[in-house]
């Protein structure tokens, strides 16, 4: 028997969390740098590719308007969608278990951690679908590649899936509509951040506090 070996010890309960978030950290940022390497080498083969500004924006904004609008309009739309997120989740059921299921995977990060990852993920994944993939797909193609690749584990991520392709759309129109990349990844960041802060802290269940 295990309890009965003296040289033998069952790693604490925190010890389980720090390598489960170290290995979590880890891969996200090796998969995070992979995306932008891959970006600004995409980049630079096509020399005519600059993955910072639209090569046909809608609006024939002055550089310093689509950069501070831009980035307002991120801040903006992100902020929303942050707080509709956590109202969803304290009124649906399915929005509830979608948010169980995803602390499950992701609940041995600390808030702390949060700043760090919404800023990973968001510069790395408009850099690649955005700079790169809008610019010679279009609006269309990559967003639904960029729901795609929230390919679900389980039933339940189905949703987390089809708010990926709407987010994508929404971003692809910041984009298309400022002109430069400033906008989605200042969105993607602001709701990122907001989410994964509430991931982190929320309690299923009767002793949910605040909800």
């Known amino acids: ?14 010890e389980g969390r720090t390598q489960q978030r170290g290995l979590i950290l880890r ?46 309009a991120g801040i903006g739309f992100g902020s929303v969608v942050g707080v509709l ?5 304290g009124r649906a059921g399915w929005a509830r278990r979608l948010l169980v299921e995803m602390k499950s995977v992701l609940g041995a990060l600390e808030p702390k951690d ?12 408009e850099l690649f679908f955005r700079g790169v993939l809008q610019s010679h797909l279009g609006l269309v193609w990559s967003s639904v590649i960029f729901g795609l690749v929230h390919i679900p584990r389980s039933r339940i991520f189905i949703l987390w899936t089809l708010e990926a392709v709407i987010m994508g759309f929404c971003l ?18 602001t709701i ?12 299923d269940g009767p002793s949910r506090e605040g909800m």
């Open 172 to 189: 692809g129109l910041l984009f298309l509509y400022t002109g430069n990349l400033l906008a989605p990844i200042a969105a993607h960041f």
């Open 85 to 89: 997120t956590k109202a969803t989740a």
């Open 114 to 125: 949060a700043l760090y990852m919404a800023a990973l993920s968001a510069i790395s994944e």
């Open 1 to 14: 028997m295990l309890e009965e070996d003296p040289g033998f010890t069952l790693p604490r309960k925190d």
């Open 27 to 72: 891969s996200s940022a090796a998969l995070y740098s992979l995306m932008a390497a891959f970006a600004f080498a995409w980049a630079l083969v096509r020399e005519n590719l600059d993955l910072f500004f639209h090569p046909n924006p809608a609006l024939a904004l002055p550089w310093h308007a689509g950069l501070w609008g831009g980035l307002l």
């Open 192 to 203: 990122n951040y907001w989410n994964l802060l509430f991931m982190i802290r929320y309690e």
